[in-house]
Structure formats: C-alpha cells, structure tokens
C-alpha cells in the first residue's frame, strides 16, 4: 500500500528540491493541457468534474507545490500533485467517454510517455 501523498510532504519538508528543468516545465504544461483539451472526466473525493476545473485543480496544486520545491521532475508533479487527494489520500480517476474510469496517474504517465516519443 502505497502512502498517501500528504505523508510524503510532511517527510521531505526539511528537503528541498530543485525546480523543474525547462523541459519538464514543458511537459507538465502538455499534460495540463492535454487534460483540459481531452473532455475527459476527473474524479476526486468521490464527485467527477469537468476536464477544464480538473485541469485548474491540479494546476493549484502545481503552483503551491513550486513554492515549495517539491517538484523537481514531470514525474513527481504526478507523483504528489495528480495521483491522489492530498486531503483525503483518495486516489484520482480519469473516465472518457463510456470508458471504465483509470486512476488518473497512469493515464497522465501513459500521455507523458506519447509526448515523449514524438519528440
């Protein structure tokens, strides 16, 4: 079982990490991007939302977790901003369409893995 992401915050709190290189920051903006352009559904804490307002939410998280240093890659941005609740440890979910929802950290990392073989 997996700690939740809350707990990862308190325990790197006296570490500091660097800010995420140029094409990381690009990356996190695809995906971003990716998620409000796909019509998608996000699910978080139990209630789904729009694609646009998923896209916002994680943004925030995004933001708060640059002021304090703990993304250093495109994949700790969705390890601790786009996995699960930081609240409530509840995990993300993305559903598309008439699709079975897929928790959201593997359909971001499997759009991250697209994007990066187009480069």
């Known amino acids: 079982m997996k700690p939740p992401v ?11 990490f660097a800010a995420p290189a140029p094409a990381a920051q690009t990356e996190i903006n695809h995906l ?5 352009k796909s019509g998608c559904e996000f699910n978080r804490n139990g209630s789904w ?22 993304v250093s890659s495109t994949e700790s941005f969705i390890e601790r901003a786009a996995t699960q609740s930081s609240i409530s ?24 893995s697209r994007y990066r073989q187009r480069k």
């Open 32 to 36: 971003l991007d990716y998620l409000a």
């Open 49 to 70: 939302y729009g694609s646009k307002e998923a896209r916002d939410h994680l943004n925030d998280k995004y933001q708060y977790l640059l002021k304090k240093d703990w």
């Open 89 to 112: 440890g509840k995990a993300y979910q993305v559903r598309c369409g008439a699709a079975q929802p897929v928790a959201s950290d593997a359909w971001l990392k499997a759009e991250l």
């Open 6 to 16: 809350w707990l990862a915050f308190v325990l790197s709190a006296g570490t500091a």
